[in-house]
């Protein structure tokens, strides 16, 4: 992959984000892609399924795995427009996940650089290549502004 390529795919996962704030989800996209195709595109659900697992990165990752056919995804990358938290990472080293490119750190439960660095620690049987800070100013504005909107509305 090279930076327009990344600029894409990350564009794409904004779009994802933007559908789950219109949702009322916390507004985060991922995309799945092998190769140059797309292979599974989410946003958070976890309020719309009542599932605590429901983030966007597990969810794209489910469905790459059922279309790929194969739960070890090693030639994916992964796009987020946020700092994947344990969880998620944990999912990815479990897959295999060969890259993940995200948007805006998370400063708060961030599991690739900002609290945690689980996908890239050594003493685990599988590390990630990250690249941090693809969009990072458009992927915190929407997380702000949902926010912002979300404390007007309860005030």
């Given at each position: 992959?090279?930076?327009?390529d990344?600029l894409?795919?990350?564009?794409i996962?904004?779009?994802?984000?933007?559908?789950?704030?219109?949702?009322?989800?916390?507004?985060?996209?991922?995309?799945?892609?092998?190769?140059?195709?797309?292979?599974?595109?989410?946003h958070?659900?976890?309020?719309?399924?009542?599932?605590p697992?429901a983030?966007?990165e597990i969810?794209a990752?489910?469905?790459?795995?059922?279309?790929?056919?194969t739960?070890?995804?090693?030639?994916?990358?992964?796009?987020?427009?946020?700092?994947p938290?344990v969880?998620?990472?944990?999912?990815?080293?479990t897959?295999?996940?060969?890259?993940?490119?995200y948007?805006?750190?998370?400063?708060k439960?961030?599991?690739?650089?900002?609290?945690?660095?689980?996908g890239?620690?050594?003493?685990?049987?599988?590390?990630?290549?990250?690249?941090?800070?693809v969009?990072?100013?458009?992927?915190?504005k929407?997380?702000?502004?949902?926010?912002q909107?979300?404390?007007?509305?309860?005030?």
């Amino acid at each position: 992959m090279n930076s327009s390529d990344d600029l894409n795919f990350m564009t794409i996962a904004l779009e994802e984000a933007r559908r789950g704030a219109e949702e009322g989800e916390v507004p985060v996209g991922a995309v799945a892609v092998v190769g140059a195709r797309i292979v599974a595109r989410a946003h958070n659900r976890p309020i719309a399924l009542v599932d605590p697992t429901a983030h966007a990165e597990i969810l794209a990752l489910r469905e790459a795995a059922r279309v790929t056919h194969t739960y070890r995804l090693v030639d994916l990358t992964l796009y987020a427009t946020l700092e994947p938290c344990v969880m998620c990472v944990g999912a990815m080293v479990t897959a295999r996940v060969g890259r993940l490119v995200y948007g805006a750190r998370d400063e708060k439960a961030g599991a690739l650089g900002s609290v945690y660095d689980i996908g890239r620690d050594g003493r685990l049987n599988h590390r990630i290549e990250v690249a941090p800070g693809v969009m990072a100013t458009e992927c915190a504005k929407l997380l702000q502004e949902f926010f912002q909107s979300a404390r007007g509305r309860s005030a």
